[in-house]
């Protein structure tokens, strides 16, 4: 069985994202860039059903900047057979991206698509979903459990108050949440041996996908920040506060 | 040389992987080193590994860069977009009253040594991360994310390499589920580029006695924020230092102000580790001269973006240990090459790494165990001279107090020329000359305002410093009760003030006083190493990747 | 302008938290909405009181394919012909069936949006709530979650909508709906709670921690803790708050002994009331709670409990 998982350089989550001065967008120049972390998720769920023997190839790829080849590799280093690199220096879009991905579904033939459910950069939600969509194909979002067994694929999801569980035919797209599995470390020796792996690189045209965004950013800005509230003397006022001028209790 | 929690667990499983050379450190020396052995030996197989998590990562210095070393090694570099944009213009150095400032006069005849002219004002992260891409270029294979926990020794005696850090270890020292062995980088030389107090140079320091006859290192602790403050205050090229108050006579260090880049001002300061009062608190010393009258106006209405803090070595020629080993070297600040008065370490930091790289080549040539001629290689460049005349400086602040060393330092400058026919010496390391808290006089800090001062912690959260929760404890105090009987009876938790990260707290003063360590707030500065007054506290490498996160600009 | 806004519901009745997006959509024209999954019909009556509600789709379908996201969002497409936009609270039944819909019409969701400032141009949290993204749309249709603490919601009666039936539109099927399971734990999630109590250093012990329950249970609330109080033992660490742990944005938080460390207010900030309890007055806490007190938390824990004793 192959797997193709999508792959995303993003701000690296350990680091305070720091809005521009002019507000046009957040500062990314000179910041550390990671793999999104719930596509480290997805990575190992494949890499974990490839030594479970259910999956044979795992194909990471990646829609992005030169720069993403980072990432590719750092995929490759925690288990990803090979990789794709789609070259493009345009703000990528669930759309968009999702469209790449079907093309390139159409000709790899992966029997799974596994997504990180969101991007912690523009936190949209919505690629794995709108893949599916486009290809017509069941989907299983925000999966905390996968199972494949006889050609179809069980997914645990997590949905508000509990757990779903749904059977889904492959070809399928699993998107995964947190609580999938801790990903591996990518090991200093897997990380050399995956210089060796191959990377191939093309671009969106190669595939016939237009990029452009549909949503234009017109600025960027911090939350406001919170101000200090009053200090009351009581719980009784307290109480009373919060059931008739705050309204939460 | 092993790191008792992993030696059974990683021994017998490691892989292995061999080179001509492997370089521990991503700093300017270490990647200056790399660049040199791949221009002179094309053919040595060069690994550089990094404990941060991208080069840089860990890299914090004012900084202002004297191009000399890097003009010899990349001569090409302006064209090469070396990140390099902001010359300085102007020069300034300020004696610090409570209140006032003067600036000293004819500062380029006083204080030859400040002189910066032709001199750059950038991030020396940013800088790491081009020579990075230089090196990478020329076929360096450089690894983020990995620190070198262990030296490799064969039973000649003889370094043979690094093994990286275990990870996925847990808490309690046993392996975790996504446990990974380190991995064992051998070598034919391994340079050690630790910088400031590099933990696996504390080993082989001491295995191969490479202090001795050396005097004791001393160092300073460097706290630094980088603000982006409104355009009108902005004055790109301009360099500022002060002495003075807020630290007493006994104290030295200082502090500084670059304007660079978009609208970006790197303020900092260093105080000299060899300070006696227990109270002191460097960082609080830091964020109150930021409300100086000669500092405050360019804080108003700016930003803090991120802040950092490191040890430098400040030792100078009479503390550089013996260098060479069989198998490896010191390069750096780790050996300690940085000219205080200048206050700049950078160029001679890449020199030595230049020069080391070169006796590597020349022993790979002709397979010697030590890159001996790295010593006289040193001794016959400009460093060397650099160096000895700035020798008298740092000590005579150290005998003189801070007037006399002023005074000293002008004689040696304007009459000497550095040629003083005497060398004075380093006695005593930094954490002996601590006093009693008995007889040290309290020190009465402001409280931070929130607007240009703050506290530790939110300080700590603009490093981006994050360690995996569950590892063992990096910082480890070899003995506990010691803490009690001496860190806290005599000279009340040093530790809990000279740590810019918050790392040690005092829990349950008032009833029985005990340690705790915040070890995840860790910004890997080393001065606990240094300053402890028993040289209680070991502070060994995390994880790989842990600790700090020092952006673009810092 | 015409609105659908795709309603989650419970038990028969609507969520308050569609009630927002209902908000939402009001604010950009006419408001249809559609319901579906079990107790549909039950739904549609409750929906149809909700005022400015002009139609109500419902899809009474018995065999569980309205649970699943491919035939929901195939419907969503079909019905699009009529609407504008496409609303929906961010809830993850929405977020699961919007963006199969928006790739259904060719075009480009916009999530969890936080204010409206015209019919193309919306406000939306990134990088975590890092930031906030005002985003213009090219898309002749919109399909949009809303964030539903940032809209007040509309009222629950007063309304009179038509129900009309709509069907699940045939697929290709390959997606099976198996089970639910909801959780069953008399305390809700952490991470998606309505209100939260949280100990930091203040409560002194494993013991004392403790004392937070009868406030907790009174409130229906999810419990948490500071860094401190995880490293100092009183609870384990998946009740941690902050930088390193969770990060909650509930209507209601209340710090019982937390100093407010700004590496828990990255945990907690973006929750809508803020209450502090803490006896040292100079706490950071107090800079960013709406209501504070300045006291002994052990003396004021039970006194809390007694008022809302009182009353409900």
Same mark, same amino acid.
């Given at each position: 069985m192959k797997v193709l998982v999508p792959v995303k350089r993003v701000i690296d989550y350990n680091i305070k994202p720091r809005v521009k001065a002019d507000g046009s967008g957040v500062e990314t120049a000179g910041v550390k860039m990671s793999m999104n972390p719930f596509d480290e998720i997805a990575v190992e769920e494949a890499v974990r059903l490839k030594e479970k023997g259910v999956v044979s190839e795992i194909i990471a790829v990646s829609i992005g900047e030169a720069k993403a080849q980072d990432t590719l590799r750092t995929a490759m280093a925690m288990g990803a057979d090979r990789s794709i690199l789609v070259e493009t220096d345009v703000v990528t879009e669930p759309l968009a991206v999702a469209k790449v991905l079907k093309a390139l579904v159409e000709k790899e033939k992966p029997d799974l698509v596994i997504l990180g459910k969101q991007a912690i950069d523009d936190d949209m939600n919505a690629t794995g979903q709108m893949l599916a969509g486009l290809l017509d194909r069941p989907q299983a979002t925000f999966a905390s459990k996968v199972e494949v067994a006889d050609g179809a694929v069980t997914v645990t999801r997590e949905i508000d108050g509990g757990a779903q569980t749904i059977k889904l035919a492959l070809p399928a797209i699993i998107t995964a949440d947190l609580r999938l599995n801790e990903p591996r470390y990518a090991s200093l020796p897997n990380i050399m041996k995956a210089r060796k792996k191959p990377m191939e690189k093309i671009t969106p045209a190669d595939l016939g996908?237009?990029?452009?965004?549909r949503l234009s950013v017109i600025s960027v800005a911090e939350p406001p920040e919170r101000k200090a509230g009053i200090k009351l003397d009581s719980a009784a006022e307290l109480v009373s506060r919060l059931r008739n001028e705050a309204k939460v209790i | 040389m092993t790191q008792e929690d992993n030696r059974g667990m990683s021994e017998t499983t490691r892989e292995t992987m061999e080179f001509d050379v492997v370089i521990v450190g991503g700093g300017p020396s270490g990647l200056a080193a790399a660049i040199r052995l791949r221009q002179v030996a094309p053919d040595a197989s060069v690994c550089l590994i990094e404990k941060g998590s991208e080069i840089g990562a860990h890299i914090l210095s004012g900084a202002v860069i004297e191009p000399r070393a890097l003009e010899e090694l990349l001569p090409h570099w302006r064209e090469e977009g070396a990140p390099l944009n902001t010359p300085v213009t102007e020069e300034q150095m300020l004696y610090l009253t409570r209140k006032g400032s003067l600036e000293v006069p004819f500062l380029d005849r006083v204080m030859p040594h400040m002189s910066n002219h032709g001199n750059y004002i950038t991030s020396l992260g940013d800088l790491c991360r081009w020579l990075a891409g230089r090196a990478e270029e020329l076929g360096v294979e450089i690894y983020p994310g990995f620190a070198g926990a262990e030296v490799l020794v064969d039973d000649g005696g003889r370094v043979i390499g690094v093994a990286t850090g275990d990870m996925g270890v847990g808490r309690d020292g046993q392996p975790g589920d996504n446990y990974a062995p380190g991995m064992e980088l051998r070598a034919k030389y391994t340079l050690f580029a630790e910088g400031c107090r590099g933990s696996l140079t504390k080993q082989v320091t001491a295995m191969y006695n490479l202090r001795k006859g050396v005097d004791p290192q001393t160092y300073g602790l460097g706290i630094k924020e980088l603000w982006e403050i409104p355009k009108e205050m902005h004055r790109p090229g301009l360099v500022q230092h002060s002495f003075g =108050?807020? &630290? %007493? %006579?006994r104290t030295y260090g200082g502090a500084w102000m670059y304007h660079f880049g978009d609208n970006l001002v790197s303020y900092g300061f260093v105080v000299? &580790? %060899?300070?006696?009062?227990? =109270? &002191?608190s460097p960082f609080d010393e830091m964020q109150r001269v930021k409300l100086h009258p000669a500092f405050r106006p360019y804080f108003e209405g700016g930003r803090r973006i991120a802040y950092g803090a490191r040890a430098l070595s400040e030792g100078g020629i009479q503390s550089i240990p013996r260098l060479t080993f069989p198998g490896g070297a010191l390069i750096g600040d780790t050996a300690g090459f940085l000219n205080v008065p200048k206050i700049k370490g950078t160029h001679t930091a890449m020199k030595s790494g230049m020069l080391a790289a070169e006796a590597v080549a020349e022993a790979l040539a002709t397979n010697r165990a030590e890159p001996g001629s790295y010593t006289r290689r040193v001794r016959d460049s400009w460093l060397w001279p650099e160096l000895r005349g700035v020798r008298n400086i740092r000590p005579a602040f150290a005998k003189f107090g801070m007037k006399g060393g002023a005074l000293y330092s002008g004689i040696d400058a304007m009459l000497l020329r550095g040629r003083a026919p005497w060398t004075l010496h380093t006695?005593?390391? %930094?954490?002996?000359?601590l006093e009693p808290a008995s007889i040290s006089p309290k020190i009465d800090y402001p409280k931070p305002d929130g607007k240009i001062t703050f506290d530790r912690l939110s300080s700590v959260f603009l490093s981006s410093t994050n360690h995996e929760e569950d590892q063992p404890v990096h910082l480890k105090v070899r003995n506990m009760s010691l803490w009690k009987t001496v860190n806290w009876d005599v000279f009340r938790a040093p530790e809990s003030r000279y740590c810019p990260a918050g790392v040690y707290e005092v829990a349950d003063e008032a009833t029985d006083p005990k340690l705790q360590i915040n070890a995840q707030n860790c910004v890997h500065c080393k001065t606990c190493d240094i300053k402890d007054p028993t040289q209680n506290i070991d502070w060994a490498t995390p994880e790989g990747a842990g600790g700090p996160n020092y952006p673009g600009g810092m | 302008m015409t609105v659908l806004v795709f309603l989650d519901h419970e038990g028969g009745v609507i969520r308050q938290a569609s009630r927002s997006a209902i908000a939402a959509a009001s604010r950009l024209g006419d408001v249809d909405v559609l319901v579906t999954g079990p107790d549909a019909a039950a739904a549609a009556k409750s929906a149809a009181a909700i005022p400015g509600v002009k139609k109500v789709l419902q899809v009474t379908d018995t065999t569980g394919s309205s649970e699943l996201a491919e035939p929901v969002a195939a419907l969503l497409a079909q019905l699009a012909d009529g609407y504008t936009h496409i609303l929906a609270t961010s809830s993850a039944t929405a977020k699961n069936v919007l963006p199969r819909a928006a790739a259904l019409l060719d075009v480009q969701p916009i999530p969890d949006i936080v204010a409206i400032n015209d019919a193309d141009t919306f406000v939306r949290p990134i990088y975590a709530g890092s930031a906030l993204a005002t985003v213009k749309s090219a898309d002749a249709k919109k399909v949009i979650t809303v964030r539903a603490s940032s809209f007040e919601p509309v009222a629950a009666e007063g309304g009179n909508a038509v129900i009309e039936d709509v069907a699940l539109p045939a697929g290709p099927g390959g997606s099976t709906f198996v089970s639910t399971e909801l959780s069953k734990s008399e305390r809700p999630e952490l991470e998606s709670a309505r209100v939260v109590v949280s100990g930091g250093n203040g409560m002194q012990n494993e013991e004392n921690f403790k004392l937070l329950e009868p406030l907790a249970d009174r409130l229906g609330a999810a419990i948490g803790a500071s860094r401190a109080a995880v490293d100092k033992g009183f609870v384990s660490n998946e009740y941690q708050v902050g930088q390193t742990g969770k990060i909650v944005a509930p209507e209601l938080y209340i710090a019982m002994g937390i100093s407010g460390a700004i590496q828990h207010l990255a945990g907690m900030?973006?929750?809508?009331v803020i209450v502090a309890v803490n006896k040292d007055p100079e706490a950071p806490i107090f800079q960013v709670a709406d209501y504070g007190i300045v006291g002994d938390l052990f003396t004021i824990l039970p006194q809390l409990e007694a008022e809302l004793d009182k009353a409900g």
């Open positions: 996908v237009d990029m452009t965004p | =108050w807020p &630290l %007493d %006579d000299g &580790l %060899d300070y006696p009062n227990t =109270w &002191l006695r005593h390391a %930094d954490n002996e000359v | 900030k973006d929750s809508k």
